[in-house]
């Protein structure tokens, strides 16, 4: 799918979320669009920053101890490419919320793709790697939108589509 198409989606998804959010129960889903910021200089030579989208399922209650009114686990799929490269973990998060502040840990696999030109024509790796995320956000409800902002460390066991995100983030 071509980053237009993702992005006609993810516009229609951020307009139907504003439309829900006049109903009172939220169905747990968080849908992300934002820039990804990669560490390694060779995902950099492709593009400073990426396109980013995702979504967020909340799957149940954390079984954790801590002091946050909410915490949930979660499920999350995201995706970032640029050129060649492409990266798209899926992680089991737990996510608390403490005011308005908003903190998420993840762990799974991401799907990663890479195309090199060599000699012998173009090369293409698919690889299963593990990954992980750290983040934190600030829940935008304050101000009667459901929506937040969050900075997050996404991590993958090819260190090359290893990095920050700014998100941008609506829920349903």
């Avoid at 995201?78 to 762990?107: C, R, W, Y």
């Avoid at 090199?116 to 790697?129: M, P, S, V, W, Y």
């Amino acid at each position: 799918m071509t980053i237009k198409r993702w992005i006609v989606i993810s516009l229609a998804l951020i307009g139907a979320g504003s439309a829900l959010a006049q109903e009172a129960r939220p169905v747990g889903v968080l849908v992300r669009l934002g820039k990804f910021f990669p560490s390694a200089l060779q995902a950099r030579n492709a593009g400073k920053d990426w396109f980013l989208f995702g979504v967020q399922v909340d799957i149940g209650k954390a079984p954790i101890l801590t002091t946050a009114k909410r915490s949930s686990l979660a499920l999350s799929v995201d995706t970032m490419q640029k050129g060649d490269l492409s990266a798209t973990p899926v992680l089991i998060n737990v996510v608390t919320h403490e005011g308005q502040m908003i903190f998420s840990a993840g762990v799974g696999a991401s799907w990663d793709r890479e195309a090199r030109q060599t000699q012998a024509g173009l090369e293409k790796k698919n690889r299963l790697e593990f990954a992980w995320q750290l983040g934190m956000g600030y829940d935008l409800a304050k101000f009667k939108v459901p929506a937040q902002i969050e900075l997050r460390y996404l991590g993958n066991g090819y260190d090359t589509l290893s990095g920050f995100a700014v998100c941008l983030g609506v829920r349903f």
